[in-house]
């Protein structure tokens, strides 16, 4: 069992900057974000195998995610950001193989002025 534990969220008014973290508890081979809008299904923003990293293309060249394979820690540098990336943001990892699939419990993001 793995566990995933999220910090970072909050409101920032557009253009501005947030940095999510998620720590896991265990070994994972994939680890990434996904977010859910209100009223919309949650999507792939962006996730990191090995140093590989993959993006929406919606936040292409705004969002950069990163790995420290030392403290099993996973960020998500957003920037630039946009009204319409509010959402609930939430940490997902892979990991036996890609058998077992964990989700964080969510981390709000408000981009507001």
């Known amino acids: 069992q793995v566990q995933l534990v999220e910090s970072g969220g909050g409101l920032v008014q557009p253009g501005g900057s947030l940095r999510l973290s998620c720590t896991a508890s265990?070994?994972?081979?994939?680890i990434g974000w996904y977010r859910q809008a209100p009223g919309k299904e949650r999507e792939l923003v962006a996730t990191?195998?090995?140093?590989?990293?993959t993006y929406a293309d919606s936040v292409k060249g705004r969002f950069t995610i990163s790995r420290d394979s030392v403290k099993n820690t996973v960020f998500l540098q957003m920037n630039s950001l946009r009204v319409e990336d509010t959402a609930v943001y939430y940490c997902h990892a892979l990991a036996g193989g890609s058998k077992y699939s964990y989700w964080g419990q969510g981390t709000q993001v408000t981009v507001s002025s």
């Open positions: 265990g070994s994972i081979n994939r």
């Open positions: 990191i195998t090995g140093g590989s990293p």
